[in-house]
């Protein structure tokens, strides 16, 4: 666990509770305060915070910002390093708001340092095994860990008092089973008995498998001007910077300098790269083909006949999946032995008709299952789906597409098959939907030009899974609660999040601070007034091998009820990586405003506790995250004409069917941000 600093956290100075009244009080205090109830309170809260500090004349740390809508429109980066210019600014659009009657429209936004992100690249490194079970504490399931305090009884018997809920818990554990490090590994069960569980061969004796899925639509054979004398192994020759086919060259009469180029061939350049690739780097790989157009085509590895799927068959979810999964016979051996016949296959391919997408996802995740986990698809698409599952061409088949979606990244999810989608300039696919598949399975989406399609593809397939049905239980202590978490709350100190497949460089943050007052009082705590708070992190994961896996990580952090001190030696890693993730998620959720309040309430955390040793951290923050404000800025600018008289419901909904690709790109890139480099947050 990486945190930003020191936890910040107030003192409360709480009366003293007596036990009996903690018993009559805690019930119908936890019961009053409602979720709704919750947020109010917050509210009032950090208005009152704002309401109470002095305006600003210098530079100081402050846990609350007050971002003002009308700054919103302003670029990200246009302020400057200047003490008074945010004073300075922020003055200048209130009297703005007033002259205009708008009044003081504002966000109140906190920003510290309770802040913490978890890397789950370490996944890939071996950690210490257990002796024995984890041991969890029965009232909030923290695990026991290397800061537990183990009493030993007279009795023989053994008390622990849980260091998050401080429940005593009667227990019994050897002494080599008591946990001695931050980060241990327990082993829930081994490759056998997981290949045992689902029914299948062991993972062992499985391989990866790749399912390249092809858009050869008739939007496919849209060409692109290329100069120089130039051929392609189907009609032309072309150097797209992988290799030189010897084809006829074809030229526009007068045009003896251009050559016109298909999206498709540009594409089956790509793909014969990248086979020819695999079967030097990775000749035990399977390899197959489905493409997609009016009908489905299951090409497999190219030894057999494809098998096509029409008409109602691409209505059919069951019909489709099973149909790939039968496939198995079309994928029997490997690259280095199919590599010439998938070529000649890919070669033939010709575009035409509309666009099945759904149908053929479909069918290429159920190929990819009889592989190991860590298998992969990749849909390559210019398009927008219309032809059976998952059509997305007309308004009133959104919401039906919606779940479909969701259905299918589920589906790929647990069966540990990561699913990327590349889609080529031009055209509009509709990728918050496709997006949202990507981000179930772990994959990636990529808008490119077919004539720089071959370089996302390679980077695609060299980034490995490296651990799939993975999911996060984060713990804090019982005083502490997440901030701004809307899923996957279990209690206000108990998170659970859903991972599916990760890479490397998968990252994910969260917020915290402490509860409110009235239920602190009721639960007779004060975490502000310990000198260290614990965290605690359970991930579940499955190994490449099969094998299914917990880590417990454990850490105590410093407390600090000075902003100042919290603020020392913070990590703008952390912080930037944080802004990006939570202002992407608002924007694919339609929260524009509120994503661009996010960013620029950060901005000025970060600008503020950047020296210049990291003044570079505060710039890769804003050349990443202008875009994404400007493009948001430009979407709105659109809409106020069109949604007048729109309801915020009706508004987001028409936010949802209407949204850019190139806005749900930014927003899916900005939501996978990673601090993975030595020396700057990879956002964008």
């Known amino acids: 666990m990486n945190f930003a600093g020191k936890a910040y956290l107030k003192k409360r100075n709480l009366p003293v509770i007596k036990e009996k009244e903690l018993e009559e009080s805690f019930a119908p205090a936890s019961s009053q305060l409602s979720e709704a109830n919750l947020e109010k309170f917050n509210a009032l809260e950090e208005k009152k915070e704002v309401e109470a500090a002095p305006r600003r004349r210098i530079r100081r740390q402050r846990s609350v910002e007050s971002i003002t809508k009308l700054s919103l429109d302003r670029s990200l980066s246009s302020e400057s390093n200047s ?11 209130f009297k703005a708001n007033e002259e205009q009657k708008i009044g003081e429209e504002r966000y109140h936004l906190k920003v510290d340092t309770n802040v913490v992100s978890i890397a789950l690249g370490t996944l890939q490194q071996a950690g210490i095994f257990a002796t024995g079970e984890p041991v969890f504490c029965p009232s909030c399931q923290a695990a026991l860990n290397c800061y537990s305090r183990i009493i030993n009884n007279p009795d023989d018997t053994q008390t622990w008092k849980c260091e998050f809920c401080e429940a005593e818990n009667t227990i019994n554990v050897e002494n080599e089973e008591i946990p001695q490090g931050e980060t241990l590994d327990y082993m829930i069960m081994s490759a056998n008995q997981m290949a045992e569980a689902n029914q299948s061969a062991s993972e062992e004796n499985k391989e990866i498998h790749v399912v390249f899925c092809i858009d050869i639509s008739g939007s496919m054979c849209v060409s692109e001007a290329v100069t120089g004398k130039i051929q392609l192994k ?37 793909i014969e790269a990248q086979l020819q690739q695999m079967a030097v780097a990775t000749p035990d790989r399977k390899v197959g083909i489905v493409t997609f157009n009016s009908e489905v085509s299951i090409i497999g590895d190219g030894t057999a006949e494809a098998v096509t799927l029409v008409g109602d068959k691409l209505w059919n979810f069951d019909t489709c999946l099973q149909t790939g999964i039968a496939s198995e016979s079309r994928m029997r051996q490997t690259i280095q032995n199919t590599k010439d016949s998938m070529v000649e296959k890919l070669i033939n391919l010709y575009e035409g008709g509309p666009t099945a997408l759904g149908p ?25 789906a219309n032809v059976g599952l998952g059509k997305l061409d007309e308004t009133q088949d959104w919401e039906q597409a919606e779940m479909f979606y969701t259905k299918v990244g589920n589906l790929a999810k647990e069966k540990g098959i990561e699913i990327s989608v590349i889609s080529i300039t031009g055209e509009d696919c509709k990728l918050s939907q496709l997006g949202r ?170 600008k503020r506790n950047a020296g210049e040793e990291q003044q570079h951290y505060v710039n890769y923050y804003l050349d990443n995250m202008t875009e994404l404000n400007r493009n948001l800025n430009d979407v709105i600018e659109g809409e106020k004409l069109s949604s007048q008289d729109m309801r915020r419901e009706e508004l987001q909904q028409a936010r949802n069917i209407s949204r850019n690709d190139h806005l749900s790109h930014m927003a899916f890139r900005a939501k996978n941000a990673s601090s993975n480099q030595k020396k700057e947050c990879t956002i964008m």
């Open 437 to 606: 598949v990507c981000e179930l399975t772990g994959g990636d989406i990529v808008r490119v030009s077919p004539l720089n399609i071959a370089n996302e593809f390679a980077s695609i397939l060299q980034t490995p899974v490296i651990a799939t049905q993975v999911s996060a239980l984060i713990k804090l202590h019982r005083g502490l609660m997440f901030r701004y978490q809307n899923e996957g709350l279990i209690d206000p100190s108990t998170l659970k999040k859903e991972l599916g497949n990760v890479t490397a460089e998968a990252e994910f943050t969260f917020e915290y601070s402490t509860r409110p007052s009235t239920e602190l009082e009721a639960l007779g705590i004060d975490p502000g007034s310990n000198e260290k708070i614990p965290f605690q992190t359970q991930i579940h994961f499955t190994k490449p091998d099969g094998m299914r896996c917990m880590r417990v990580l454990t850490s105590l952090q410093d407390v600090t009820d000075d902003l100042d001190e919290a603020a020392t030696n913070v990590d703008l890693k952390v912080l930037g990586v944080n802004a990006a993730q939570r202002s992407a998620q608002l924007a694919s959720q339609g929260e524009y405003r509120e994503a661009q309040a996010v960013m620029r309430s950060w901005k000025r955390m970060m």
């Open 360 to 384: 053929a996802l479909v069918a290429a995740i159920g190929i990819a299952t009889n592989g190991r986990p860590g298998s992969k698809v990749v849909v390559c698409t210019d398009g927008l």
């Open 83 to 93: 003490e008074h210019d945010e004073d300075m600014e922020d003055e200048e659009l």
């Open 234 to 270: 189907t009609h032309k020759k072309i150097d797209l910077g992988i290799s030189d086919f010897d084809m006829n060259e074809q030229f526009m009469e007068g045009e003896h300098q251009i050559t016109y180029v298909s999206r498709l061939e540009c594409v089956q350049a790509a």
